[in-house]
């Protein structure tokens, strides 16, 4: 026990005496000399060390940007680490508060095995030795992972391992993912350190194509078409296109366009970006939100006829222009009329501006994007606004039919059959009404409410809904044979009082003839 306890003494006494050794080079050895040293000594330590090591820093690039590298390499480490690592650091999964993820704790090391090669992954972290000030203030912890490795296994490492980790993280966090709505800030929220483009929320819509009312021969061809789609990037890199589709989702209010857009983003597992073009002042704009969303998405224009003017401001240009240049004189002395009419030209995004954003060089930005315009009437729409190549598939999103209202019953009601099904289907074949209208009179208002209950309301609402369209029917008929006898008896009078000059006309012609014989007879 005394030659221990002299052993520990004599232990402690060279530690300190290496501790004041280094404090005194940092402290006194010439910075210049200092590199020298470390240099010579990292290539003294390469001819003894066989291994590489390979780091990568969580910020990187201009502002400190978060690698997307590192995220990748963090979400492949994280599948493996609850198995291998002792010590794991444990955070609330941001996007399911009720899961929490693990992960390599600072300074834990896990190892990992590609074709019969061994590797070693580490967490790291350093502090800074100085404080500085930014206007874009970060942790000042800066963390890094480090790969190790033999360097005989170079050029294995560096072609296929680190692109095999880069790949398996990223289908990793796509498998795990919550999916998210995004929508676009005003451009005054875009600047500061907190400043994002773009804000988001938890996309938990539960829309599916199987709940979704429709034809199914329609349904299946969208499906089909968007399975295509997912599995075309090397044909639409062969053909030479953006790997991107459009679609126009067209019909009257309640058919269904907004559960459709759901259902396409859970069925693709794609975020999706829900574009308010009156939040948006010019095109410059929606340029630099396009580049700020990310592949993987829908990007939805809800309502196009109603978001902006876009439909005639090809026609109206010229007018416009005419009035601009009768009314330049009248506003130099208006200050008031000056500042209403800046308030109305407050969004200057051009129908030209909307186009190069659909299908313009801008949209190549980036990949596997769906862009999605509604509207209610297509007819307003600029044809080039959706033609195909921008607007690829047309979908006509229409009332309600017999084979969508069985869809409907059977997630409402869980009924596949009902005596009171061929009533509903005759009615469905002589009135319209929308899917939105025939899921509120099949849902349940009690507990008390059975199906033939909610059969028998629907039922009640196409009768209603069938005498209404009878006497608007009517009314049109009505207004229409008036207007058409009122054209009748405008274009009767226009031929009388025709008739009636062209008499007079003779019979000023016959009297004037009459005279001039008299006066001959006279003569």
């Excluded at 600072?106 to 095995?113: F, G, H, K, V, Y």
Aim: charged letters at 35%.
């Amino acid at each position: 026990m005394r030659e221990m306890g002299e052993l520990w003494s004599e232990l402690g006494s060279f530690m300190a005496t290496i501790m004041f050794v280094y404090a005194m080079y940092e402290q006194f050895f010439p910075y210049q000399l200092g590199v020298y040293a470390r240099k010579y000594t990292q290539k003294f330590t390469r001819l003894v060390y066989p291994y590489i090591q390979i780091s990568f820093h969580e910020f990187s690039g201009e502002r400190l940007k978060r690698s997307e590298a590192y995220t990748a390499i963090r979400t492949y480490l994280s599948a493996n680490s609850s198995e291998r690592a002792q010590r794991l650091k444990a955070e609330v999964d941001q996007g399911r508060q009720d899961s929490v993820v693990l992960s390599m704790d600072d300074n834990e090391e896990i190892t990992d095995e590609f074709h019969g090669v061994k590797l070693w992954w580490s967490a790291n972290y350093t502090l800074p030795r100085t404080h500085s000030f930014s206007f874009y203030p970060s942790s000042e912890e800066k963390r890094f992972l480090t790969l190790t490795f033999h360097r005989r296994h170079r050029h294995l490492i560096t072609t296929s391992y680190i692109q095999h980790v880069l790949k398996k993280g990223r289908a990793i966090a796509v498998d795990n993912r919550k999916l998210k709505l995004y929508t676009n800030n005003s451009s005054i929220d875009w600047h500061g350190w907190k400043g994002t483009k773009w804000s988001h929320v938890n996309f938990e819509h539960p829309s599916r194509f199987e709940t979704l009312a429709m034809n199914p021969k329609k349904k299946e061809e969208i499906v089909k078409d968007l399975e295509r789609f997912k599995t075309g990037e090397k044909y639409y890199a062969k053909v030479g296109k953006a790997w991107k589709r459009g679609y126009l989702l067209y019909g009257p209010p309640g058919t269904g366009k907004s559960s459709m857009i759901a259902a396409m983003a859970n069925y693709m597992n794609y975020d999706v970006y829900d574009l308010e073009l009156t939040a948006v002042k010019e095109n410059t704009e929606l340029r630099k939100l396009l580049i700020e969303t990310s592949s993987k998405s829908i990007i939805v224009i809800e309502d196009i006829d109603c978001s902006l003017d876009l439909t005639g401001q090809r026609r109206k240009k010229k007018k416009k222009k005419e009035k601009d240049e009768d009314d330049e004189e009248k506003q130099k002395n208006n200050p008031v009329k000056i500042a209403e009419e800046e308030e109305k030209k407050e969004s200057k995004v051009t129908l030209s501006g909307l186009l190069n954003f659909i299908d313009g060089i801008w949209s190549a930005c980036g990949g596997e994007r769906i862009i999605v315009f509604t509207t209610n009437f297509v007819e307003k729409l600029d044809p080039a606004l959706v033609r195909r190549g921008r607007m690829d598939k047309h979908v006509e999103m229409s009332y309600c039919g017999y084979e969508a209202f069985k869809v409907l019953a059977k997630n409402y009601l869980e009924v596949e059959s009902h005596s009171l099904f061929p009533t509903i289907e005759k009615l469905m074949g002589e009135t319209n009404i929308s899917p939105a209208d025939v899921a509120e009179n099949l849902m349940p208002k009690s507990a008390d409410e059975d199906p033939e209950i909610c059969l028998k309301s629907l039922i009640e609402s196409l009768e209603e809904a069938k005498k209404k369209a009878k006497k608007e029917a009517e009314k049109k008929a009505k207004k229409k044979a008036e207007e058409k006898a009122e054209k009748k008896a405008k274009e009767d009078m226009e031929d009388n009082e025709k008739k009636e000059l062209a008499k007079d006309e003779k019979v000023e012609a016959t009297g004037k003839s009459g005279e001039e014989v008299k006066e001959n007879d006279i003569h």
